[in-house]
């Protein structure tokens, strides 16, 4: 069939299989052309098949020759349907790092669910015995409590009053104040059991308890804090709170490692054209803004250059991990930059429709929105009928 993006609200509602193999492909051949990184051999990815667990993924494989298993939740091609994003990513990636001699399988399902976990456990111990690296990147908007059955829903909302700032609908490129009203507590409470650290502390204890965490074993989760001009949305707001609680879990985590000399970390990184965030109002016009700055200070970097990054110079550089007083890992220390933040917020003061294209780099947030589901890539004949 023939493939053409289908985008509503901010969001790409289909994928290309061949566009999505050169997504993969790239970032493989990013850090197959960086130095190596001494790094363990056996690696967990929870949320595994695009963003930042993707990345982990591919940089854990290619730079660290580790073995590797994923956890996603992805769904493959019915009929006419395509399949999603991380399926098709999953597919390409496990076949070249196999080909490489890696072990690279993963486990497709609810990653919140008991059985999930059970079953990661016993392909862990089948493949890898243990593993020394658990990387958590799981990004969902819905729920469901193993242990009581109920179901929460994320929402993306301020706290305490509506909200109104500049935003951009980023494939028409207008400029438009937007309000968003603020969440209720019932909404703020369900968005930290989706995306807070409850998930990641369960995950962590069914491994110690099944004996699957390796003797000195670390644990990393992601975060993002962000600037003055999305904090009313973001950090303090809905999502904010489950990212304070994601940050307080990793405390409670690394104490519960101390038996095994292990540690627990989150990573603050930058903000990046992810699946997740392109849904968050403010945001696009936000990392529009920062491209351009960051382009021009010759610091942009995208998923694969933050996890090489994370992995080759803080995690893994040998020595103490460098953290910030509230001991997490600072990815997002060139983005928060004095400098890069004034510019970003003189764009923002300036930046009408009539001078997007001048102002802000609208043109590469929609290439790589449009990348991460496979298309807008020059080399791919999206007029062709493809195979999904």
């Given amino acids: 069939m023939i493939l053409q993006p289908m985008i509503r609200n901010n969001i790409c509602m289909n994928a290309h299989p061949v566009g999505c193999a050169v997504h993969v492909r790239e970032q493989i051949e990013y850090v197959r052309g960086r130095e190596k990184i001494e790094m363990p051999k056996r690696v967990l990815v929870i949320g595994s098949s695009a963003g930042y667990g993707l990345a982990s993924r591919i940089t854990a494989a290619f730079a660290g020759g580790a073995g590797t298993i994923g956890v996603a939740y992805e769904k493959p091609a019915s009929g006419k349907r395509p399949a999603t994003v991380g399926w098709y990513n999953t597919e390409v990636f ?30 862990i111990k089948a493949l890898l015995g243990q593993v020394d690296l658990v990387v958590y990147s799981l990004a969902s908007g819905v729920r469901t409590d193993p242990k009581t059955g109920e179901t929460y829903r994320s929402a993306l909302k301020p706290i305490g009053g509506e909200y109104t700032a500049k935003s ?44 699957v965490l390796a003797d000195g074993a670390i644990t990393v989760a992601y975060s993002y804090i962000g600037p003055e001009v999305t904090r009313a949305v973001y950090r303090d707001g809905t999502i904010g709170k489950a990212k304070e609680h994601l940050e307080k879990s990793a405390a409670g985590i690394d104490r519960r490692l101390t038996d095994i000399g292990g540690h627990a970390y989150v990573s603050v990184n930058k903000a990046l054209v992810t699946r997740s965030s392109a849904v968050i109002p403010v945001v696009p016009l936000y990392l529009a803004s920062l491209f351009r700055v960051m382009k021009e200070k010759g610091l942009h970097e995208g998923c694969i250059e933050q996890m090489y990054r994370l992995f080759s110079e803080r995690l893994y550089a040998g020595g103490e991990v460098p953290v910030d007083g509230d001991g997490r890992i600072r990815l997002d220390d060139w983005e928060m930059r ?42 791919v004949d999206y007029d062709a009928d493809v195979e999904v």
Avoid: C
Wanted: aromatic share 6%.
């Fill in 94 to 123: 496990e076949k070249a790092a196999r080909e490489n001699g890696l072990v690279a399988e993963s486990v497709i399902g609810d990653a919140f669910s008991d059985e999930v976990k059970q079953e990661v456990i016993e392909k």
């Fill in 168 to 211: 951009i609908d980023p494939m028409s490129g207008v400029v438009a104040d937007v309000t968003i009203q603020p969440a209720t507590d019932e909404e703020t409470e369900s968005t930290v059991k989706v995306m807070g650290g409850e998930d990641w502390e369960l995950w962590v204890e069914a491994l110690l308890g099944a004996g």
């Fill in 338 to 379: 004095d400098d890069v933040q004034q510019a970003v917020a003189a764009l923002w003061d300036r930046v009408t429709t009539e001078n997007v294209g001048e102002l802000i780099d609208i043109e590469s947030y929609k290439t790589e929105f449009l990348n991460i589901h496979g298309f807008g890539y020059d080399s």
